[in-house]
């Protein structure tokens, strides 16, 4: 099978919708104890697997997805950021369009997450129409919503809800949000 080809880049990064190949390569890369740990711990390959299937699925109907985010300069894997649909157990705002993203610890500080996300948020916004996107996350998990409100997100206190995929030191998940019109005054 060849390796899907890019549909963002960015100055640094190139990213490209994941294939049916690459459960492997996401649990050899990205699956470590370190960069999990705000998402329940490392996965199963057969975990990785089945969310790779559901992530080509959503691309097939929907025209988006996760995507696996690449360093250009050494063609190597760095995380994964896309888009789906929130479809979180107690989640109050099902289907709604909910960011994400994780960045290999040996690739942290150097503003590869926020390159990343501004680009799907373009995507987002620019290709797929969407009134809004989402980002959840937990209290504990500072980086992440730290970068959430850099890009201009906004706390969304009333979407708060306890996931049980996660332990208790990660709940609630919380929520920020940022709509078209506000991305755009940031551009």
């Not at 057969?46 to 696996?68: C, Q, T």
């Not at 290709?127 to 998990?141: C, F, G, I």
Request: net charge negative; with cysteine; charged share 30%.
């Amino acid at each position: 099978m060849s390796t899907p080809e890019p549909i963002l880049e960015t100055e640094r990064l190139l990213l490209r919708p994941i294939g049916p190949e690459d459960a492997e390569l996401q649990f050899r890369t990205l699956n470590t104890p370190t960069i999990m740990g705000h998402l329940g711990g490392p996965l199963t390959l057969a975990a990785i697997a089945e969310k790779h299937a559901k992530s080509r699925d959503l691309f097939a109907r929907e025209g988006f997805s996760f995507l696996f985010v690449i360093e250009r300069e050494t063609g190597e894997l760095v995380g994964h950021c896309g888009l789906k649909r929130v479809d979180a157990e107690g989640a109050k705002n099902p289907g709604d369009f909910e960011i994400g993203w994780i960045i290999r610890d040996d690739r942290w500080r150097r503003g590869y997450a926020r390159e990343a996300v501004e680009a799907v948020l373009r995507w987002a916004f620019v290709t797929h129409d969407a009134p809004h996107v989402v980002a959840l996350t937990s209290k504990r998990n500072e980086p992440s919503w730290r970068l959430m409100e850099r890009i201009g997100m906004e706390r969304r206190e009333d979407l708060d809800f306890d996931d049980p995929r996660f332990p208790p030191e990660d709940n609630p998940a919380i929520l920020y949000s940022i709509d078209r019109e506000a991305w755009a005054a940031t551009r």
